[in-house]
């Protein structure tokens, strides 16, 4: 079983940076491929990123490479969004996720996670 507490969100305007935080309970960690997803309201949730359980591999949703990086620190069990010139269209809550079945080539769709967290608010005004 794996825990996984999201942190960093906030309200922010257009152009600016947040970091998303991770934390993950247990001590398998790098056996867990990571994904961080969105949903904003009345839409369905959405893959932004991913990365391996050993983080030399990464994916991003079309387009978002450049403006979002995923990182990992094995050794604090914990996973990053880094996200740049965030737009209002960036609004919703985002989740981060761990995949033991894909931990060496994680998956951009939401049923190749096994874990989720509760999400956190990230809210881009104009």
């Known amino acids: 079983q794996v825990q996984l507490v999201e942190s960093g969100g906030g309200l922010v305007q257009a152009g600016g940076s947040l970091r998303l935080s991770c934390a993950a309970s247990?001590?398998?960690?790098?056996?867990?491929?990571m994904g961080w997803f969105r949903q904003a309201p009345g839409k369905e949730r959405e893959f932004v990123a991913a990365?391996?359980?050993?983080?030399?591999?990464?994916y991003y949703r079309n387009f978002m490479q450049g403006r979002f990086t995923i990182s990992r620190d094995n050794a604090k069990n914990t996973v990053y969004l880094q996200m740049n010139s965030l737009q209002p269209e960036d609004t919703a809550i985002y989740y981060c996720?761990?995949?033991?079945?894909?931990?060496?080539?994680?998956?951009?769709?939401?049923?190749?996670?096994?874990?989720w967290g509760q999400g956190t608010q990230v809210t881009v005004s104009s």
């Open positions: 996720a761990a995949s033991a079945r894909y931990y060496s080539d994680p998956s951009g769709y939401t049923d190749g996670y096994d874990y």
């Open positions: 247990g001590r398998t960690f790098s056996s867990y491929a």
């Open positions: 990365i391996s359980g050993s983080g030399g591999k990464t």
